[in-house]
């Protein structure tokens, strides 16, 4: 992870996912600048979804559900080691996620390019950053009833969802 001193520094780009500048996390989120992220979409070998309940600590978000592991790719750090890095530091998972889609995502909240991946998984999960309150293991139809119910990421969902909600 890049950081400048004990600051993690963000690459912010451009809509054609060119880096056009550098700057502390923080004022990432304080000015909703673009910048690249990952979500990996994590299935068991019976088609069950990995989803989490995300820490109250986080800087936007606090104590919403999750369909996706994931997060800001650093400064400087490709996609595919940001997706390594966040399976193994959200789930101590230890994986090469495939590719699926790519997209951007903009609300109030959050702007951003964002990379897709998905890995079936079928060990142990473990919250390795505290980042992660608590995990569950769902169906797709478990999902929709939770979705129903509890706040989840938008951004997830609107660049994963349709791969799961899918007919």
Known sequence: MAKGGDVELIDVVDADDRVIDTVPRSVMRRDVLRHRAVFILVRDPEGRVLIHRRSERKDIWAGWWDIAIGGVVAAGESY???????????????????????????????????????????????????????????????????????????????????RLFRA
């Not at 790519?102 to 473990?126: F, K, M, N, P, T």
């Open 80 to 162: 595919d080691d940001a997706a390594r890095r966040e399976l193994w530091e959200e789930a101590g998972i230890e994986a090469l996620p495939a590719f699926v889609s790519a997209g951007a995502y903009d609300d109030a909240e959050v702007s951003l390019i964002g990379r897709c991946y998905e890995v079936c998984h079928d060990g142990e999960v473990e919250p390795r950053d505290g980042e992660v309150a608590e995990f569950r293991w769902v169906s797709t139809e478990e999902l929709k009833a939770l979705e129903a119910r509890h706040a989840f990421l938008p951004d997830s969902l609107a660049l994963l969802g349709p």
